[in-house]
């Protein structure tokens, strides 16, 4: 049962643009959010989270945003660069839990 | 400083056969997870650790699974009787300690089990 939902298997932008990841939970007692991103032959790497108490978090290019009545989030990236081609995956925690439910992920390319 | 360390980076085996993949965590942190990924799947969570204990092993799929930290730093994953279903990259996460710290992962083991 996948609680975690990244319906777009990959996204491919121009760099530059705007790139935007989404993200549907159907868990309600998750309450910490995350973003991590991998390279091939690399483990995830974080990349930014969002506590439920919120509804933005933003860190230089990337900024997350929480609407928790819809079950949702997405990932901003602005301006994409070609570096940031990967596979970015969306993670969810439990409140008092420590396992991380991730989505199946999402492979971007950025394109010069 | 050294992050979370896996080996071996790819483990071919024949079904049937006895399994060990090994994590090396960050220095320092006391807790540990191993997760599953397999092809064109997120990772999958497996057990979790705090110090020398497995505070949660839920996600093991089955009791040919089992895995130990007996010092509270290494931890070894034990496959026994290996399926062709158990093909997969393991990964090892660690972090400072259990809540909302964040979870560092290894490169990861491939295991092909033939």
């Known amino acids: 049962d996948q609680q975690v939902k990244q319906n777009s298997p990959s996204l491919s932008v121009q760099e530059g643009r705007i790139s935007i990841l989404n993200c549907d939970y159907t868990n309600s007692m998750f309450d910490y959010f995350l973003w991590y991103k991998k390279y091939p032959a690399e483990g995830p790497t974080f990349l930014i989270s969002?506590?439920?108490?919120?509804d933005k978090n933003e860190d230089g290019r990337f900024t997350v945003f929480l609407n928790k009545s819809a079950k949702h989030l997405s990932l901003h990236i602005v301006p994409s660069q070609p570096g940031d081609s990967a596979v970015y995956f969306c993670?969810?925690?439990?409140?008092?839990?420590?396992?991380?439910?991730f989505g199946k992920g999402t492979s971007l390319l950025v394109t010069p | 400083g050294a992050g979370v360390s896996q080996t071996p980076s790819n483990k071919v085996t024949e079904k049937g056969k006895y399994v060990e993949l090994r994590c090396d965590p960050i220095s320092g942190h006391t807790a540990l997870y191993w997760y599953r990924q397999s092809l064109g799947q997120g990772p999958e969570f497996l057990i979790y650790f705090q110090g020398t204990g497995a505070a949660d092993d839920s996600g093991l799929p089955n009791d040919r699974f089992f895995a130990v930290r007996p010092e509270g730093s290494v931890s070894t994953l034990k496959i026994q009787r290996t399926e062709r279903g158990d093909s997969a990259v393991y990964l090892c996460?660690?972090?400072?300690?259990?809540?909302?710290?964040?979870?560092?992962f290894g490169p990861g083991t491939r295991l092909t089990v033939l």
């Open positions: 996460a660690s972090s400072r300690d259990g809540g909302y710290n964040e979870q560092f």
């Open positions: 969002i506590s439920s108490i919120k």
């Open positions: 993670a969810a925690r439990r409140n008092s839990g420590y396992a991380l439910n």
